[in-house]
């Protein structure tokens, strides 16, 4: 499976093609219906996380699924 996850895609287009993926933006309370079309970067320094610490998360959720 191709992992290429990056912060620059949404947070939509991540939760689509890799629905394991919901349970980590929930948990950090980044959701797709409204925020969704934001980056996973920008999300994630809105709410004051790392971008690359929830890339992390993001791809373990996908590997253990």
Known sequence: ???NITSDMTIRDVIE???ATRKVFFRHRLE???GGAHSIAVAAVARGIDPDHLISEIRR???AA
């Open 17 to 19: 093609r890799f629905p």
């Open 61 to 63: 959720a996908v590997e």
């Open 32 to 34: 797709a219906c409204c």
């Open 1 to 3: 499976m191709d992992l």
